[in-house]
C-alpha cells in the first residue's frame, strides 16, 4: 500500500510538471529548446521525461541484487548469545530454520526465521519459547548502499540498517541503532561472510562504552548440506 501511495504520488508530480512545462511553453520565447530551459531555471526541477528516465533507471536490477538472490534457499542455522555479564560464561546456543527468497521480481530479498530460545519465566527458571523473525533485503540504487529491515516476535519495533559488500571478503557489513529500552541507544554491526554457497557466518557487534562487544554468532548450513 505504501508502495503503490509512493508510486501514484511520482505520477500526480509528473504530470503536474508536465502541465506546467506546457505552459510555459505557450509563452514566447525564441525556441522550444529555450522555454524548456526556463521552466527548468524557474523551478529547479527537471523535466517530466527526465525525471521519468531517472526513476527507470533507478529501478533496474545490477549484480548487487543478484548476490542476494545467490542466498535464496533454505536454511539451517545454530546461533550463540553471549547474554550474561559474567565474560566467562558459555555462550547460549539454539539451532532453527530460515528461508530466503527474492521477490518483487529479485528486488528484494525476504528471510523467514523460526527457532527457540531460552528466556526467563515467571518463575525466573529459563524456559524454551519459540522465536519468530522476518527480514527484507536489497541495494538501494540511489543511496548505492545495501538496504535492510529486521523484524521479530521479541520487540515491537522495526530496526533499519545499510551496509556495503567487500567482494575480496565475499562480507557483508551492516551498521545500525537499536533502542530495547527507551532512551538506551546502542550502535550495532552486523558481518555477514558467506564463506561459500552452501555456508554463511553473521556475527553481531554491540557497542558499548566506545567498544564493540560481539553478543551474538549464527552459523548457517544451507538445508542437505553439511
Not at 505557450?26 to 531555471?41: F, G, L, M
Amino acid at each position: 500500500m505504501v508502495a503503490m501511495k509512493t508510486v501514484i504520488s511520482l505520477i500526480t508530480i509528473l504530470f503536474a510538471t508536465f502541465i506546467a512545462t506546457s505552459s510555459f511553453a505557450q509563452t514566447p520565447s525564441d525556441s522550444p529548446a529555450a522555454a524548456t530551459s526556463a521552466v527548468t531555471t524557474a523551478t529547479g526541477q527537471p523535466n517530466p521525461q527526465e525525471m521519468m528516465k531517472q526513476m527507470m533507471e533507478m529501478s533496474k536490477l545490477n549484480e548487487n541484487h543478484k548476490l542476494l538472490a545467490t542466498m535464496d534457499g533454505n536454511w539451517n542455522y545454530t546461533i550463540k548469545l553471549w547474554m550474561n555479564p559474567d565474560p566467562n560464561a558459555p555462550p547460549q546456543q539454539s539451532k532453527g530454520t530460515a528461508t530466503r527468497k527474492s521477490i518483487m521480481g529479485g528486488r528484494y530479498s525476504v528471510m523467514d526465521v523460526t527457532g527457540k530460545m531460552q528466556m526467563p519465566g515467571e518463575d525466573g527458571k529459563p524456559k524454551d519459547v519459540q522465536f519468530k523473525g522476518m527480514g527484507i533485503e536489497g541495494y538501494d540504487n540511489a543511496k548505492k548502499k545495501f538496504v535492510a529491515s529486521w523484524i521479530d516476535n521479541m520487540g515491537t519495533g522495526i530496526q533499519f540498517s545499510e551496509g556495503t559488500y567487500d567482494p575480496g571478503t565475499k562480507t557483508f557489513t551492516y551498521t545500525s541503532e537499536i533502542e530495547m529500552i527507551p532512551g538506551m541507544k546502542t550502535p550495532v554491526r552486523e558481518v555477514i561472510k558467506a564463506t561459500d554457497k552452501d555456508h554463511m557466518v553473521l556475527e553481531w557487534y554491540e557497542n558499548r562504552g566506545g567498544q564493540d562487544k560481539k553478543t551474538m554468532e549464527i552459523n548457517y548450513t544451507r538445508a542437505g548440506k553439511k
